[in-house]
């Protein structure tokens, strides 16, 4: 078990790095499209925030169905981010504890 434990930590925690950056591009991207810094028709632009929509927004709907309205001010990707963070020092913790 302890020699399976060490990669399968170590890809978790990888993907959890990643998925924290998607989570972050996407809040960027949603901020430059609203301002209209970056044109959503362009076909890139799209594509690219169509991937970050689906792969972050499952996770996101059930943060903001537990939190109270708060207006236009969304803390769904704060609160995901923190949660990522957290379970983050946890994987790392249980490799430094069992090896």
Known sequence: ???LLGPVAKLL???IDLYIWIVVIGVILSGLVAFNVINSSNRFVY???EFIHRATDPPL???RNILPAMGNFDLSPI???LGLVLLHDVLIKMMM???
């Open 79 to 81: 609160i995901l981010i």
């Open 61 to 63: 709907q059930k943060i």
């Open 13 to 15: 925690i990888t993907v």
């Open 1 to 3: 078990m302890d020699v």
């Open 47 to 49: 594509i690219v925030g």
């Open 97 to 99: 504890k069992f090896g």
